[in-house]
């Protein structure tokens, strides 16, 4: 292993050492990397970059969510070295987390569309005050798993919570040519980031999640892993040295 696990592969592990095990889906017989669970001959870890930023992140994931391959909260957790990730339960609530809410160095806010929330939490700014560091509060889980995550956690009403605009989020997918409607939890992350002035993390973790979306794909088509593509490009320098191209 080349990295420290982050927070949601902790979590994985976790889960796997009380015996909870992922259900297998069809068609993915071929061995994982342990680290980036992407199909071995595709493996990512050499792609992973390092990078600085003043921001945390922590991520409220559901059970089944930990163990998905193609759950992009592990890459967020790849990039943002203060990160954190949390396995929602409705009446057990993890004393870790309250304590990271409370934490006086930090200023939380929780991400969430304003359109759901009374007007007058939602900021759409980042700008801690006393010289506190962002902490973005991600709740990785499907729009219905993250409304309930919402709704029912009192810990989170106190929370200012940090809305997207939609000309924000319309110039984002522009730039990055996003065909999908909806952006999946690490592109709403690199936003985040990109909005507390955490700009190299914010690039890093958008080229980190293209080259994560080709590999993993290289590997589910039976392709070869092409690094010749402008997202590894792109993430080259935040890696200590470009892995070698297969010839
Ligand atoms: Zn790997």
Redesign the pocket.
Known sequence: MIHAPNAVARLRDQREDEGIKPIQARGWRAPR??????I?SH???AWRPKVESRSGVCLIMTGKEVFKPSNTGWLIADVVRDNHAFIWSRTDTDERLLALLNDPQRQPYLVFPGEYVEPSRVTHTVTPDGGKRPLFILLDATWTEARKIFRKSPYFDRLPILSLLPDRLSRYRLRRSTRSEHLCTAEVAALCLELAGDSDAASALDAYFDVFSQHYLGAKQQREVNVSTPAHAELLPFIDAAPAVPA
Do not use: A
Not at 33 to 38: L, Y
């Open positions: 990397c342990r680290d980036c669970r992407v071995q493996c990512l870890c």
